[in-house]
């Protein structure tokens, strides 16, 4: 779904991003309004100021970031405003981290005024990559962070020139140590001028254990046990409000403070850490829109006893402080094993070795203190056996789970760490993982640990997935003996095993995962689905799953009139919070994108479902046996990756970038429509509208084996918003005919005027009320073979003037959207995207239709009718249809504006000899002969019955034809005739 970046793209109307520049932004000494209009100079210490001048790169004058947290899911948007202070052009590097488990759902260039839209396409094979992605999350490369990926984009921006980037991108956050955490990187490399961060968590069960982190930056503990953790306060700057089911955080350190943490621009991530209250039972379901999503937390239920085995790197490359750490977190983790537990230990490298060979010991304070000498004589030595010790470690488990000493309920896991890759023993990562599949034979779990720089981090993710387990890393520099211990935290505690989770067969489809081996304390299991009758009153849930000695069965009904009716009013309220609040002092872009966000709310129970079922593609992908049954895995979480705009391992985000001349100038926009081979965003075309013709388009079905889950969930359509567009049937379509409702009257009107090619029609005149005028030019076309008319006429180009409370224009074409308000900008009618002006906005969707709003009361709908392979009697043209005119007023004029407030009446002359009565329309003390007649609009989707007046709606409108023409397209002339009267 596009709608959530290309909605925000209100924020380039801040004057401080992109309006007029003022003449210090024109000079080639750096001033301070360059950089931050509300420090007065002598505020700022020198050293800042030398900081500043001595940047040759784009400066960024704003970095503004906003979350919402929905019912766990976070969407956040990401806005960047660069400043080229040159005349010379200059690259502008446009660089965010974002959370692994995240996916980038849009991005967006502006800069010298044009909008250069990103598209997510699926990923050839052997085909250089966009600039734009995240860090592969294959490519077994260490992240630069803990858990963060980079997204990078860099263009050329002309001399003395803004270029804004826009990011989206969204996440699941999962629940660990009986906490969401919640993490936003402050890492722009330089010095902000306005920096910004808000973010609002709402929940549908009252929010607890709200906690702001200090900035984190360096040796990481994020996943430090919470036994460990020290209270400390949160940021300089930050504002944390909370009520029962809303928090809003905000941090904007100004420049100042920012130089104070530090001068490089390497804040760090900035953390948030809450949790919600929850009730025993079911869990928490929540329902919008057919689809239902489901949070089952478990509490309060006894530990079911675990069977263990740690298998420990002991090579060469774990010397120093590796094997110094990795001893401490052990020496802690065997203070935590529970009575009722088993555990042994491994240590592998050249050779393997067994702490208790062909068993598993019960957890006694001998057997601890054994265990904390065989850890203590560990020697870093030799190479890495990756194969031997899983094997070892699984042979042993095994064994254990086949004898009489093993309980019936307990869970069975290996911890397994390593720093490196294979070197000694089987060394292919294929062989391994077949090797590990045959060992385990779905007995146990699983759970590996990558430490530092130089770890097949793919083959220990495939290895813990393939397993039912997952995978953790620990970065170089990190606090390793704090995250091995934090990891151990979140699995040494099982609850639940082999979970099940089962809906009413026949109301559900799609569901997400819903088979579980375990579930630990402190975590959350998440599943979502689509209802398939949304006549059920009621859905039937059951959770099986055993604990310690006993089966446990919990079922529930869930009413989902109510449900739907409860998740609404969340929606409603997460809506309110997200577009409230104060603007920030220098800029109004956060509450801009508070504003855009919250519109994205009501679709997050489906964006749930989404995000799950692709990274269960994904997943399974990796698991998949057989090259088929690979595909199909593959294709499935692509078909989901393009329905959602996600950037994933399997999709690529391509982007057109600018032409800069030698000279440091733009160039011009190019006149040629954008062919298949361009860089440039696409999507769905939707049906155009003609009345005696269709557009042609490609009605190819696909075949039958191509029908992959994707497929069937429904089409891969990328466009802003999943709803409908209201039909509106006042407009101006097609050769044109015109159609007209009266409301009042209860009676629909039509009627055609035959113009000429260029002549320019007033369709709104309202200049001296509320300030709108539309004007309509005509483009002239043959008659297709048979008809009998000569040429036919179209409207080629849209114009839409605004003078209150100041002047601005909207011009729209089959092919381009000019905006003029606070800036000039070229929108492309190929691209999906919204843009707020002020008084105007317009909003594209990509060969389909543009939705123009004035002041909020006055909304235009044009229709882009656009052909593949024109015939010669086909030209592209517009629709005009009007939406909302309750801002417009009562003496308002124009073809389609003069009947907008008026009554008609039907009635019938009397009839002649042996004729039918003949029905004529009253209008304004006139007579006006109609027949009945019946209308396409909207793209020929629907059908209007009308009353249609002949003879160019002779009689029917005020004077003449000639009365309506315009001498050009931003004429804002009165109606010649005074008001709308006879």
């Known amino acids: 779904m596009l709608l959530l970046l290309l909605t925000f793209l209100i924020i380039c109307s801040s004057p401080t991003v992109l309006g007029q520049q003022e003449e210090s932004l024109f000079e080639d000494d750096v001033d301070l309004a360059d950089f931050d209009l509300d420090i007065a100079p002598r505020r700022v210490p020198r050293q800042v100021k030398t900081i500043l001048t001595k940047e040759s790169k784009p400066h960024i004058q704003e970095l503004s970031i906003k979350t919402t947290i929905i019912s766990r899911y976070a969407f956040t948007a990401v806005y960047c405003a660069m400043l080229n202070r040159h005349s010379a052009a200059a ?70 020139n803004r270029a804004v980037f826009l990011l989206t991108y969204e996440e699941l956050l999962q629940r660990r140590l009986g906490r969401y955490e919640h993490v936003t990187s402050l890492r722009p490399l330089q010095l902000v001028s306005r920096l910004s961060l808000d973010v609002t968590i709402v929940d549908h069960s009252p929010i607890t254990h709200l906690q702001v982190l200090p900035l984190r930056n360096g040796r990481s503990t994020n996943s430090g046990s919470s036994k460990t953790q020290v209270k400390k306060d949160p940021p300089v700057t930050s504002v944390i409000k909370q009520e029962k089911n809303i928090c809003k955080i905000t941090f904007g350190p100004n420049i100042v403070q920012q130089a104070k943490i530090t001068t490089n621009g390497l804040l760090g991530d900035f953390v948030i850490r809450y949790d919600v209250q929850r009730e025993m039972g079911i869990g928490d379901i929540q329902v919008l829109n057919g689809h239902f999503v489901h949070y089952f937390a478990p509490k309060d239920l006894p530990a079911v006893p675990k069977n263990v085995v740690f298998v420990i790197d002991t090579s060469a490359s774990m010397v120093g402080t590796k094997i110094r750490q990795t001893k401490d977190a052990l020496f802690t983790i065997l203070k935590d094993l529970r009575p009722g537990d088993h555990f042994n230990f491994i240590s592998f490298s050249n050779k393997i070795k067994v702490w208790q060979p062909n068993r598993l010991v019960p957890v006694t304070p001998l057997n601890i203190r054994d265990a904390k000498k065989f850890i203590y004589m560990m020697v870093p030595t030799g190479g890495t056996n990756i194969d031997g010790g899983i094997q070892t470690g699984s042979d042993l488990l095994r064994e254990y789970l086949s004898s009489p000493d093993a309980g019936p309920n307990s869970v069975s896991l290996i911890i397994f760490m390593t720093d490196g890759r294979p070197t000694v023993g089987e060394i292919k990562p294929t062989a391994i993982l077949g090797n590990t599949r045959s060992a385990v034979q779905e007995k146990f779990c699983i759970f590996t640990i990558g430490m530092g720089n130089d770890v097949d981090y793919r083959l220990l993710d495939r290895m813990a997935l393939e397993n039912c387990g997952m995978m953790r890393r620990i970065p170089e520099d990190a606090d390793a003996s704090a995250m091995l211990k934090g990891f151990y935290d979140e699995i040494g505690t099982p609850l639940l095993s082999d979970i099940r989770i089962n809906y009413t067969e026949d109301s559900v489809q799609y569901v997400t995962q819903h088979l579980f081996t375990n579930y630990f304390n402190g975590s959350e299991i998440v599943i979502a689905g689509k209802l398939t009758n949304d006549s059920v009153e009621s859905l039937h849930v059951q959770v099986t799953a055993s604990n310690n000695d006993k089966n446990i069965i919990l079922e529930t009904d869930i009413p989902l009139g109510n449900r739907q009716i409860e998740t609404e009013k969340h929606v409603n309220a997460a809506r309110v919070a997200m577009a409230s609040g104060p603007k920030t002092p220098a800029s109004g872009v956060t509450h801009g994108l508070g504003i855009a966000l919250g519109s994205i709310a009501e679709d997050f129970v489906q964006r749930v479902w989404g ?55 733009m160039a011009p926009t190019p006149t040629r429509p954008p062919s298949s081979g361009d860089a440039v965003s696409t999507v769905n075309e939707l049906p155009s509208d003609a009345e005696d013709e269709e557009p042609q388009r490609d009605n190819k079905k696909p075949s039958s084996q191509n029908l992959s889950l994707g497929n069937k969930i429904g089409k891969v359509e990328r466009r802003p918003d999943k709803k409908s567009i209201t039909v509106f049937k006042t407009s101006a379509d097609g050769d044109p005919h015109f159609v007209v409702e009266f409301p009042m009257s209860k009676l629909t009107v039509c009627f055609n005027i035959n ?172 007579s006006v002969p109609v ?52």
Request: glycine share 8%; charged share 25%.
């Open 755 to 926: 113009g000429e090619p260029g002549h320019i029609l007033r369709l709104v005149s309202d200049h001296k009320n509320s300030g709108v005028t539309v004007n309509g030019k005509l483009i002239g076309a043959p008659a297709p073979p048979g008809s009998h008319k000569k040429q036919r006429t179209y409207f080629s180009t849209i114009t839409i003037v605004v003078d209150l409370p100041k002047r601005a224009y909207i011009e729209v074409t089959p092919k381009k959207v000019i905006l003029d308000g606070r800036d000039r900008m070229v929108l492309p009618c190929h691209s999906t995207v919204s843009v707020d002006s002020g008084v105007l906005s317009v909003s594209i969707v990509g060969k389909s239709n543009v939705t123009v709003t004035v002041g909020g009361n006055v909304m235009f709908v044009i229709l882009l009718h656009q052909y593949k392979n024109p015939a010669s009697y086909q030209r592209d043209h517009l629709g005009f249809y009007i939406g909302n005119s309750k801002g417009l007023s009562h003496q308002c004029h124009g073809l389609l504006g003069q009947f907008l407030y008026e009554e008609v009446g039907l009635a019938e002359l009397p009839a002649e000899a042996d004729s039918e009565p003949s029905p004529v329309l009253k209008v304004k003390e006139r």
């Open 931 to 982: 027949v009945k007649k019946n209308r396409r609009i909207f793209s020929g989707t629907q059908n209007v019955d009308c009353w249609f007046a002949r003879n160019n709606a002779a009689k029917l409108i005020d004077g003449q034809y000639e009365d309506y023409l315009m001498s050009h397209m931003f004429d804002t002339g009165d109606w010649p005739h005074g008001t709308n009267t006879a």
């Open 91 to 160: 690259e502008g590097v446009f660089s965010f981290q974002i959370p692994a488990g995240a996916y980038v759902s849009n991005f967006t260039m502006i800069i010298g005024g044009r909008v250069y839209q990103s598209e997510v396409r699926p990923k050839q094979k052997k085909v250089q990559q966009e600039n734009g992605k995240a860090r592969n999350k294959e490519s077994g490369e260490a992240s630069p962070e803990q858990e963060l990926e980079v997204f990078r984009m860099s263009a050329s921006i002309p001399g003395r």
């Open 611 to 665: 995000f799950l079922s692709v990274k269960e593609g994904l997943r399974s992908r990796l698991r998949s046996q057989t090259s088929k049954e690979r595909e199909d895995h593959i294709k499935q979480a692509t078909n989901l990756s393009l329905t959602y705009n996600f950037l994933t391992p399997l999709t690529n985000m391509v982007v057109e970038k600018p032409e800069v001349l030698a000279d440091g100038t």
